[in-house]
């Protein structure tokens, strides 16, 4: 079996010779494989029952809008596709009561999808776009198996559902009055003083949701959801701009508020969705072509077998090369002797009115990474904007002068009026040329090349996170300055993003600054780690770097948490509270350790 899908956006047949057409075997043997159609209005259907996958018609494409795919054998009958020659689905995971179920995989392979069609606002259509969707078919479809009773359940009215959004922008935008009163509205549990207490949100009370920051709003979101009276909770992406103590408080409070309830969580931190879901299902497949659901496992071994990049069970080769987590107690930079340093500031302090910075003097050196830590609200972004020129400090220096900089802020907005190839050509000219390592390994690897033709103005969150750290990337500057930069991008793209930011800062001999929540992400580049505390809201206090090693700690430190290292894959996993390691590591100041540990000894 095989699937053809069209990127009807890219599509262009009147600026084309319809190759496609022109040169497919089929048509030229006398049937017919690919053709014009009134249904997609002029532009052509392939018929995948025909189509014998050659992929002439995918090189032939002068927009690349063509992707045809010959599916593994176990992928079965489709449970959704958008549109003829459009994304499918294939599979949905199997949850039961009292169970959190996580799902992991590439952006783009039907995760809030699923999401969707559990929650009751998307009727499947079992792969025939062009046919009316029933719940009356998808409950016969059902019938004899595990996933009847909850559709039979979810149709009737029986279960009620509470879907929690993935874009926390788009409920700030619809979103009035304080917090406060946006709680008790929904507060049907009357247990909003237990969840204020459990997502630490006594001091956003009485705030405007107009003046909340993304992970107030993120929280307010959470809270939200779990008030309401259901029988099915669904959470897409909750961690996003949430800091790392921040995300395992929304955990604890997810774990506490839905017991025995249907629970499924989509998430791309590996942390979190290891502490919080019980079992795990993986999406593999290809962006925006098709997605298929795994079977079940435990989180731990799902998880380990997404890294690997292989799933057992289904004996699939999900991704080619693994995603290694190595701990580095140094930088190799500090095994080079004369390395300059190329950014220097001073003790920094900022009165911002209600909030007061105060940063220790430092430097940063030529082909250098330094990530930033701390909890939300502490002064990375302000210090970010210190760095680039945005704002000056009142009193001290950061010492720029003669340097380019290029800066990827942490709130992104759709400003720019033109197309993602505009886009990224008026950045940097030869930035989209094929031959270019950056172009195979960052526009093309971050599925930027799909959406060349697409307004910025029109692109999803994701999808403009993915072009605005792309375009960052592309300049040739002696600073770079990232805030933020993994929000909205899953697992792999994460990794593709790290790459690419070591190798050109290297290559370069320039300077990157990244503020981040994702641990893996610094553990991946950063040679040295500043940490910032204080009272959020009101002061913050930024160190001179750190080496990784002292920078990790004293993050850790501060919010009270310990991380182990996973015996298969080395990947950082945290501590029950209170559990034996967790006391050992803390008597041992090792907060984080570089010890692999097995899941016997941490148990």
């Known amino acids: 079996m095989r699937i053809a899908v069209i990127n009807y956006d890219n599509c262009k047949p009147d600026r084309c010779a319809l190759e496609c057409v022109r040169f497919c075997p089929i048509n ?14 002029g532009k052509p259907v392939i018929y995948e029952e025909t189509c014998i996958g050659c992929g002439i018609c995918v090189r032939k494409c002068p927009y690349e809008a063509i992707e045809i795919v010959n599916l593994p054998d176990e992928a079965g009958e489709p449970i959704h596709r958008y549109k003829v020659n459009g994304f499918a689905l294939f599979g949905l995971p199997i949850i039961k009561r009292g169970v959190v179920v996580g799902l992991l995989g590439k952006n783009s392979t039907g995760k809030s999808t699923i999401l969707r069609i559990l929650a009751g606002e998307l009727i499947p259509n079992f792969g025939e776009p062009q046919s009316q969707p029933s ?6 479809k059902f019938r004899g198996k595990e996933m009847y009773d909850y559709f039979n359940k979810l149709y009737s009215g029986e279960l009620k559902v509470v879907h929690k959004i993935q874009y926390v922008e788009a409920a700030g935008r619809y979103l009035k009055g304080t917090v406060r009163e946006l709680l008790q509205k929904v507060d049907e549990r009357r247990k909003l003083d237990e969840v204020k207490d459990l997502l630490n949100m006594k001091n956003i009370l009485d705030k405007n949701v107009k003046d909340l920051s993304g992970g107030e709003l993120q929280k307010l979101l959470v809270a939200a959801s779990v008030l309401r009276e259901a029988d099915v909770y669904l ?17 604890r409070t997810v774990k506490e508020m839905t017991k025995n309830r249907y629970v499924v969580v989509v998430e791309h931190d590996l942390i979190v969705l290891d502490y919080l879901s019980d079992q795990l299902n993986v999406l593999y497949g290809q962006s925006s072509v098709y997605g298929r659901v795994s079977k079940a496992y435990s989180s731990r071994v799902g998880i ?19 995603i290694k987590f190595e701990f580095r107690d140094m930088s190799e930079l500090d095994l080079l002797k ?13 009165d911002l009115g209600g909030f007061k910075l105060e940063v220790e003097e430092g430097a940063a050196r030529e082909g250098e990474i330094i990530g930033v830590l701390g909890p939300n609200g502490i002064g990375k972004t302000t210090f970010a904007r210190i760095l680039v020129g945005e704002i000056q400090p009142d009193e001290g220096f950061v010492n ?3 340097l380019t900089l290029s800066y990827k802020p942490q709130k992104i907005l759709p400003e720019y009026d033109g197309t993602v190839q505009q886009y990224l050509e008026e950045v940097r000219k030869d930035a989209l040329s094929s031959t270019s390592w950056f172009y195979t390994e960052v526009v093309r690897r971050l599925n930027l090349h799909r959406i060349l033709e697409s307004k910025v103005t029109d692109l999803s969150g994701g999808e403009l996170q993915k072009l605005y750290i792309t375009g960052a990337l592309a300049k040739d500057a002696d600073v770079y300055v990232l805030d933020e930069p993994s929000s909205y991008l899953d697992v792999e793209e994460r990794y593709v993003v790290a790459k690419a930011i070591k190798k050109i800062i290297r290559e370069r001999k320039s300077i990157c600054f990244v503020v981040e929540h994702d641990l893996a992400i610094h553990n991946y580049i950063a040679d040295r780690i500043m940490v910032f505390k204080g009272v959020p809201g009101l002061e913050g206090h930024g160190t001179t770097p750190l080496s990784l090693r002292s920078g990790m700690n004293e993050f850790l430190r501060l919010m009270d948490l310990t991380f182990r290292r996973d015996g298969e894959t080395g990947r950082p996993r ?8 967790d006391r050992v590591q803390k008597e041992l100041g090792e907060y984080f350790s570089t010890r692999v540990v097995k899941e016997a000894e941490a148990e």
């Open 28 to 41: 030229r043997s006398g049937s017919k494989a690919i053709e014009l159609s009134d249904t997609v209005k």
């Open 135 to 140: 719940k009356e078919k998808v409950l016969e």
């Open 235 to 251: 959470f897409d992406e909750p961690a996003s701009y949430l800091d790392v103590a921040e995300r395992l408080n929304m955990a």
């Open 304 to 322: 380990n077998n997404f890294l690997r990049g292989y799933l057992p069970a289904e004996n699939v080769q999900i991704r080619k090369e693994e």
């Open 338 to 350: 004369n390395v300059k340093e190329k950014v220097v500031w001073s003790h920094i302090r900022k």
């Open 400 to 402: 720029t002068v003669g």
């Open 574 to 581: 945290v501590n029950k509270p209170g559990s034996y390691l």
